[in-house]
């Protein structure tokens, strides 16, 4: 579990790359430049860690690409002390960018196998979520709604209707929608029955998967 010079080295040029490519918020770049994201990821691939590129995390998963991370947080415009919902934990990276933006995080992961995973990990390197939770993202988290805003990280067939209605007013729901290709969509929760909805450009993700059950 090493954070060495070499990785801090690349992390910044990570971040450059990410300007370059016209990512803005100034705590989405810090908290990118921060987060040792090599450790997020199998040994094997330790060397890539800090490319910009999605990589396999097992169970078929992938950790997603800086930009998505970095476009996604940036959209969410998280002031701290929101309460956010994260469906879709996968490794957990996302995660410590929520927080470490101040969010109270929620998050949830249906793969059993990472979300043990990441449940153990996050808190050894210090991130502690207020909720990982085992389950069904298409259902959100009733219980704990309303949320500041809520960042789907798989893409998703259809917007589902329980995290639209989990919007606190002036809330926000990044969401990638589409089957072989995502557009990023955010909506705005303008009141109990109104949204706006902005749409940003295509973007790549494994699939939101619905329960068979
Ligand atoms: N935020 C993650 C991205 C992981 S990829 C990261 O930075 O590593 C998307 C994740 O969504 C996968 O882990 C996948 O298992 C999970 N997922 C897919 N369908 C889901 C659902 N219905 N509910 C919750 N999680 C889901």
Known sequence: MKDTFKHQGMRQQLVETLINKGIKNTDVLKAIGKIPRHLFM?????????????????????????????????LMQIKSG?????????????????????????????????????????????YRAKKLIFGDGYKGLPDEAPFNSIIVTAGAPFVPNPLLSQLAIGGRLVIPVGDEVQIMTLFIRKGPKEFEKHEFGEFRFVPLLEDKN
């Open 42 to 74: 199998d040994s094997g691939f330790i060397d890539h860690a800090y490319q910009d590129k999605a990589f396999p995390i097992g169970a078929d998963q992938t950790i997603s690409q800086p930009y998505t991370v970095a476009f996604q947080s940036e």
């Open 82 to 126: 929101d309460k956010v919902l994260e469906i879709g934990t996968g490794s957990g990276y996302q995660t410590a960018v929520l927080l470490e933006l101040g969010a109270k995080v929620y998050s949830i992961e249906r793969q059993q196998e990472l979300f043990k995973k990441t449940s153990k990990f996050l808190p050894k390197i210090g």
